[in-house]
């Protein structure tokens, strides 16, 4: 029987329980006022600062650069703590040969066929790094940018205020685009991200986190015994750059029906074309809910080892689910050890990839005088 999370919570830290990760304790509910720290510094001289933020439960430390969730740690059935988000201790790593780890991602999270668009009659061409196609905003993302932080305490939540301008012309990108996005930690230790974004051009945006999860903690091996629960009944195949092709296909009698709970390691290995392609999953899930006035929930993942459990809810579309296909033993984490194919996932909320060029999909486009509002739940339960 899966035990309420605030039950254990309290229960370890009555007990004294000891935690297994950084030699803390587990710790009853109540928030704590975001603590800043020196994390490094750039090339330039820019200093970097890690915000560490603590709430119901939830530790969470984020930086300043890219907006990138270094840890987040939560208990276990038994109030033991890990560490389920995959990163570096050091931000020489994250500058050189980060894959977004836990980064906050734009201007358009995904993939934009060669780079290219049509918008109001006009042709733009945008920053390429992936082969042909133009990833996660291109060379130099927000997920490469520093960005300014404001600590908060709003009733019983704490969190950060994140903001970024994107100039006219950034990446390709037309319009100044001014960004705000919102980390809440609530009283339930659930991670909430508001995002919201203005232009003073016409503009194509789609933001979204890229936090890698292992539930069992970080540095642990595969997630391929997670269970995973997708409440979408399509998915969006891609051609053999991982565009999306435009058709709408039905998960039914495929590896991609996760409309049921399942091991995520159950069909990765089969010769279906599309895992082929991608290596495993890396794949744009249509969410049955559509686009909600709130966040819905649409997926869940659990580790059944350890107990642990993370429910997302979003007013998103869409859904990214990447099993981690592309590390490959090359990068080491904070546990002193090297992260393989598999060893942590991405479940990101977004609208579709390609959208600007696939006038079927939901549009991403933002006008002067719009506010660009979404945003995305994190609930973790043992």
């Known amino acids: 029987m899966e035990l309420n999370r605030r039950t254990v919570i309290a229960g370890a830290a009555a007990a004294g329980m000891a935690a297994t990760t950084l030699g803390g304790t587990a710790h009853a509910t109540g928030g704590r006022k975001p603590v800043k720290t020196l994390f490094g510094k750039l090339a330039d001289g820019t200093k970097i600062y890690s915000w560490s933020l603590e709430n119901g439960g939830t530790r969470l430390k984020v930086l300043s650069y890219g907006g990138i969730v270094q840890s987040l740690e939560i208990p276990d059935r038994r109030g033991r703590y890990a560490n389920v988000s995959a990163g570096f201790d050091n931000i020489e790593d994250y500058v050189a040969k980060s894959p977004y780890f836990g980064a906050l991602i734009g201007r358009y999270g995904n993939r934009i066929g060669k780079g290219k668009f049509t918008l109001d009659g006009k042709n733009y061409q945008l920053s390429v790094n992936d082969g042909e196609q133009s990833l996660h905003g291109g060379a130099k993302g927000f997920d490469k940018r ?46 909430r ?25 970080e540095g642990s091996g595969t997630i391929e015994d997670h269970e995973l629960q997708i409440a979408g009944s399509r998915y969006t195949p891609t051609d053999s750059g991982l565009i999306p092709t435009g058709e709408l296909a039905k998960v039914a009698g495929t590896p991609f029906d996760f409309t049921r709970a399942k091991a995520i390691g159950r069909d990765i290995r089969t010769s279906h074309p599309q895992l082929v392609t991608a290596k495993g999953f890396d794949h744009n899930w249509v969410l049955d809910k559509g686009i909600t006035a709130r966040p819905e929930h649409v997926a869940t993942l659990r580790d059944p080892a350890s107990g642990r459990t993370l429910k997302i809810a979003t007013n998103e579309p869409g859904l990214q689910f990447y099993s ?9 984490g904070p546990s002193g050890r090297t992260y393989r194919q598999g060893d942590a996932l991405c479940l990101e909320t977004q609208h579709f990839p390609d959208s600007p060029n696939k006038p079927s999909f939901p549009s991403t486009v933002l006008r002067p005088g719009q506010t660009y509002r979404t945003s995305t739940i994190h609930t973790f339960g043992c």
């Open 146 to 191: 520093v960005w300014d932080i404001e600590p908060f305490t709003k009733g019983s939540d704490v969190g950060l205020y994140l903001y970024y301008t994107s100039v006219d012309g950034e990446m390709g990108y037309p319009g100044t685009l001014k960004t705000k996005v919102t980390y809440t930690l609530t009283r339930h230790g659930d991670w």
């Open 193 to 217: 991200i508001d995002y919201e974004a203005t232009t003073d051009k016409a503009t194509v945006v789609n933001l979204t986190s890229h936090v890698y999860w292992n539930l069992a903690g």
């Open 324 to 332: 981690g296909n592309f590390l490959d033993g090359t990068l080491t």
